[in-house]
């Protein structure tokens, strides 16, 4: 059993003298997780460093086996913001979640194609990754929710208002709201910024956070909780520094409301 494609790098681990476990995910394939030998060496780890795009080779006797890999470096995506520090936190983030909650072996190409389109350009544009980055990674892990089969409903109001209005996210059903129709319950509603529905716009650091809060809350509930795992800490880490940009405390993650909240 063998195959060879373009991978992206999602993690690598030591084992063994000299080798690592490596995590990569492929458009055809999927995640896949393979003995790279040497992996851990300096040669190596410039290989299987995270976010890197490789064309890998995956060989195994048995298709139920470990296998090993080996690859090739394409482009060295981490290597080029070593001192960019947000850009860097986006990378890790965006790569801990795809390694964290999809399946192995599953094929999802509209990720991978999303993933490896983010960290290309992320490395090759920081200051487009600090200045604009943020709307196209929520879009990208509200489609990760969605091929998970945890999408959310946010075309419409729940409750019937209207569609041009749409400011609120219920955290019990994923279901849009209307501000005209949110009421007493705005509250304990997720804001829903405007980037989200209208591509166009690239929002503020305070619409960046409330869109992670967004997709975070659907996450851990969801794609992670499902799975029993916590979010990975990359991505907590990814979070304050949006919130330190937007000049805000991160707040209590929304609770459940009692009675249930509309939608």
Known sequence: MEWEAPALVLSAAPYGEGSAIVHVLTGEHGLYH???RGGSSSRGRAVWQTGNLVRARWVARLSEQLGNISAEVVHASAARILDEPLPLAMLASLCALADGCLP?????????QGLASLLARISLDPQWAV???MPEIVRWELMLLSDLGFGLDLGRCALGGPADDLRWVSPRTGRAVSDARAGEWRQRLLPLPGFVLHPDEVGTPTDWYDGLRLTGHFLQRDAFG?????VP?????LLDLIAR?????PPEPPAEATPTPPG
């Open 233 to 237: 800490e990359a991505r907590g880490r």
């Open 104 to 112: 192995e072996r599953e094929p999802h190409p509209a990720i991978f």
């Open 131 to 133: 200045a604009g980055a």
């Open 226 to 230: 499902q799975r029993h795992r916590p």
């Open 34 to 36: 393979g003995l790279a």
């Open 245 to 249: 940009e937007a000049d805000i405390a």
